[in-house]
């Protein structure tokens, strides 16, 4: 009687284990990755050059990206976004965006590191979005015991406006962009950067893409001392 028992509770876990694995087979995945060589210039570093790397993980109405940059200047970035996507009306996506980031000042021995949340609206044409997001920077090897200070802003906000000239969905795009922030840098309310950007699908899994970003100087830009300014250039492909 107990054999028959032990069977009848494997074959409920093995109907079980294959109801759901046919569940999951239900979800809509999909994934990309991309790679992007940098160059720029500023008062701060010169000339330099870097290495972006990206991937991004569909899983249904959910995105969640993993963002990894390396500058010859020893500066290391790596952010992970995880963004839930709600269709609120025809070609209109409402969605909410939580991140952690983290970047390291090799030469200086310090690092950053960013709690960012927000929530945002794109249609084909337009992307609005606007957040909160709070930066620590501490320096690397600190004993957490000592007396040594370290700097935090808890309260920032962050917002970006991107309008796209053919549509988000268009085999070959131009965008502008304005924000205080991207996918490895954060910068104060005042402080935004203006990237002009474009995208082309030259085949069915394959697309290049190209962005031009500038930073000025002072306050909103309101001097015309430049400050610096960086070219990516690379591919995306769809897995």
Same mark, same amino acid.
């Given at each position: 009687?107990?054999?028959?028992?032990?069977?009848?509770?494997?074959?409920?876990?093995?109907?079980?284990?294959?109801?759901?694995?046919?569940?999951?087979?239900?979800?809509?995945?999909?994934?990309?990755?991309?790679?992007?060589?940098?160059?720029?210039?500023?008062?701060?570093?010169?000339?330099?050059?870097?290495?972006d790397l990206k991937g991004n993980l569909h899983i249904?109405?959910?995105?969640?990206?993993?963002?990894?940059?390396?500058?010859?200047?020893?500066?290391?970035?790596?952010?992970? &976004?995880?963004?839930?996507?709600?269709?609120?009306?025809?070609?209109?996506? +409402?969605? /909410? *965006? $939580? %991140? #952690?980031h983290s970047r390291i000042f090799g030469n200086y021995?310090?690092?950053?590191?960013?709690?960012?949340?927000?929530?945002?609206?794109?249609?084909?044409?337009?992307l609005v979005q606007a957040g909160i997001f709070s930066?620590?920077?501490?320096?690397?090897?600190?004993?957490?015991?000592?007396?040594?200070?370290?700097?935090?802003?808890?309260?920032?906000?962050?917002?970006?406006?991107?309008?796209?000239?053919?549509?988000?969905?268009?085999?070959?795009?131009?965008?502008?962009?304005?924000?205080?922030?991207?996918?490895?840098?954060?910068?104060?309310?005042?402080?935004?950067?203006? &990237?002009?950007?474009?995208?082309?699908?030259?085949?069915?899994?394959?697309? +290049?893409? /190209? *962005? $031009? %970003? #500038?930073?000025?100087?002072?306050?909103?830009?309101?001097?015309?001392?430049?400050?610096?300014?960086?070219?990516?250039?690379?591919?995306?492909?769809?897995?």
């Open positions: 009687m107990v054999k028959k028992r032990h069977i009848l509770l494997m074959f409920c876990l093995v109907s079980a284990m294959v109801l759901n694995a046919q569940e999951v087979r239900k979800h809509n995945l999909s994934a990309d990755v991309g790679a992007m060589g940098m160059i720029g210039y500023s008062h701060t570093y010169k000339w330099y050059g870097g290495l249904d109405n959910t995105d969640v990206t993993l963002n990894l940059e390396a500058l010859t200047e020893n500066v290391y970035s790596m952010g992970l &976004t995880v963004r839930p996507n709600f269709n609120v009306c025809k070609n209109g996506v +409402l969605f /909410a *965006e $939580g %991140t #952690m021995k310090v690092y950053e590191f960013v709690y960012a949340g927000s929530v945002g609206f794109r249609m084909r044409h337009f930066k620590t920077f501490d320096a690397l090897g600190r004993n957490w015991h000592s007396l040594d200070n370290y700097i935090t802003e808890p309260f920032n906000v962050l917002y970006r406006l991107t309008i796209s000239i053919m549509g988000f969905d268009h085999p070959w795009d131009v965008y502008l962009t304005g924000a205080n922030f991207n996918d490895f840098e954060y910068e104060r309310v005042w402080e935004p950067l203006c &990237t002009l950007g474009g995208r082309w699908d030259f085949k069915e899994r394959w697309s +290049l893409v /190209a *962005e $031009g %970003t #500038m930073k000025s100087a002072g306050m909103f830009h309101g001097t015309a001392k430049f400050y610096g300014a960086m070219l990516r250039v690379g591919v995306i492909y769809k897995l």
